[in-house]
């Protein structure tokens, strides 16, 4: 019989993103249900799966953590930014709608009329 080292945290971290229903939601109990399946196909072919709860985290997981988040950080700003522009423009074009109203009906006319003839 043969024998299979792994550790188990990865294990559970991929059943865990792979068993999603259609909406993409993470199945109940996925985590039980992907080393389940794993542990009888390695069964199946005669291998003996040993387990590992190793302690600590890798340096290159680390290095994809610390990557992600730096991604994360980044589209938060890029997001703060868009957010300000879609402000500032929606409160520009009320304002500019108010002080259209706010216009004397001639004074409102010869804006239309200007506008149209591009004479600003």
């Known amino acids: 019989m043969e024998f299979f080292f792994t550790d188990v945290s990865i294990w559970l971290h991929q059943a865990v993103k792979g068993y999603r229903d259609k909406d993409g939601t993470p199945l109940p109990n996925a985590h039980l249900l992907?080393?389940?399946h794993r542990i009888c196909?390695?069964?199946?072919?005669?291998?003996?799966?040993?387990?590992?709860f190793d302690g600590g985290v890798p340096?290159?997981?680390k290095q994809t953590?610390?990557?992600r988040?730096?991604?994360k950080i980044e589209a938060s700003d890029k997001s703060q930014v868009a957010k300000t522009k879609l402000l500032r423009n929606f409160l520009e074009r009320h304002l500019q709608k108010e002080t259209k109203k706010a216009l004397p009906p001639s004074l409102r006319m010869s804006s239309k009329i200007s506008g149209i003839?591009?004479?600003t």
Do not use: A
Request: glycine letters at 8%; a positive charge; charged letters at 20%.
């Open 59 to 61: 340096s290159l997981k």
């Open 65 to 67: 953590l610390n990557s």
């Open 117 to 119: 003839l591009d004479l």
């Open 34 to 36: 992907g080393i389940f």
């Open 69 to 71: 988040k730096q991604r």
């Open 41 to 52: 196909k390695l069964l199946h072919y005669g291998i003996k799966p040993v387990f590992v």
